[in-house]
DNA sequence: GAATCCATGTAATTGGTTACATGATTCA
DNA sequence: TGAATCATGTAACCAATTACATGGATTC
């Protein structure tokens, strides 16, 4: 399925733009905001994307007066944005893509120092051991917070929970690899 | 670090397809399907990067006349070409990027009926299966035929073992993560 | 006084996909 | 006879990043 044969023409950060402001209302801003850890995007590509959203009839928005503040507009989905949405979830996904330095750095690794690879490898593991503990809060916080909400399929904090719990399982996963490469390099002295 | 900081300008997939033919000499073609399963391009993508990295010295073509075949130019890294992807491996690694439908879905999952969200996991499911028998398979060919390769981490194939596996075990923590989602699905019923 | 937060956008460039163009050989 | 494999490229378009533009309020 190409972009062309999706209603509306919608891509994948659409989608999921879409599926922030039927969650709750929020400002462009705030949407940006809210992507970061999960699908990170730019304003330059969210704000067109909200214009395209609200003349397709998606997502209608709201002006709000602020004081101290700059004025914003408020974006939420119209009931025609949730339709789309549902209609959406019941059609093929796309293969995932994903570009990322560090694994095409491991795939020519042979050709630098095992010492080389161990400092980068290191410096995977840190930043995953802070995604793990971030993940292992932003959990706890939710579940102390919404504990009704967990079990609930019907409410989007369901499914904000069990992709937290998805991340974090991925995160320990690629964790462990991480120090089974470290001991496979182990064996191997540096001259 | 912008792509015009680093050295030649090289992006993610210049760097992946440097790496490619430092391992062994190969055609355009073979690059494309090579990349496939690892870090997909398009032909439209892979030749042009092909020019820009003969033109910085970075890889050398060779033509090679076929019978029965096209012609086709192999490419090989050229010194200069190592050497680039050495201090490559020595900078730090840009956050990954990853866009992926099936997690966006799963986002808006509340919106659909249990059921719906059933058949988009049950596919998943499906798809990782398959995924986990091909790399499964590929790594016992690996071991079989290349045994003593797998603990030289100065061997490249070291690395494809390794990236193999590391595919490989994220790829069984999703499906546990599938399951999981099934399983608390599973309490809440259709209407 | 400098940095960060809030807030919305546009312009230029780079990265990636789809479609087009061509043509022989092999396999079902 | 039709599809797949081998083989190299270009043109048009869509997706994403970088840089630019503005400006008040708050925090260090």
Redesign the interface.
């Known amino acids: 399925m190409t972009a062309t044969d999706r209603p509306f023409g919608l891509n994948?950060?659409a989608?999921?733009i879409?599926?922030v402001v039927?969650r709750l209302p929020r400002s462009g801003y705030d949407i940006v905001k809210q992507l970061e850890h999960?699908?990170?995007a730019k304003t330059s590509q969210v704000y067109p994307t909200l214009s395209k959203l609200e003349s397709a009839g998606l997502v209608s928005a709201e002006d709000v007066e602020q004081l101290g503040r700059p004025n914003k507009k408020v974006y939420s989905a119209t009931e025609a944005g949730?339709q789309a949405?549902?209609d959406?979830?019941?059609t093929?996904?796309?293969a995932?893509?994903?570009?990322?330095?560090?694994?095409?750095?491991?795939?020519?690794?042979?050709?630098?120092s095992?010492d080389?690879?161990r400092v980068?490898v290191d410096?995977k593991i840190v930043r995953l051991d802070r995604q793990i503990a971030q993940m292992q809060s932003d959990i706890a916080r939710l579940v102390a917070l919404h504990p009704q909400e967990m079990?609930d399929?019907?409410?989007?904090r369901?499914?904000r929970n069990?992709?937290l719990?998805?991340r974090l399982?991925?995160a320990?996963?690629?964790r462990?690899?991480c120090l089974?490469?470290l001991y496979?390099?182990s064996?191997?002295t540096d001259d």
């Open positions: 994948n950060l989608y999921q879409l599926g039927t999960f699908r990170p949730r949405l549902i959406w979830i019941g093929e996904p796309e995932p893509y994903s570009r990322d330095d560090f694994l095409t750095m491991i795939y020519s690794g042979w050709l630098a095992p080389e690879v980068l410096g079990h399929p019907g409410h989007w369901f499914y069990s992709l719990n998805r399982m991925v320990q996963a690629e462990v690899w089974s490469l496979q390099l064996g191997a």
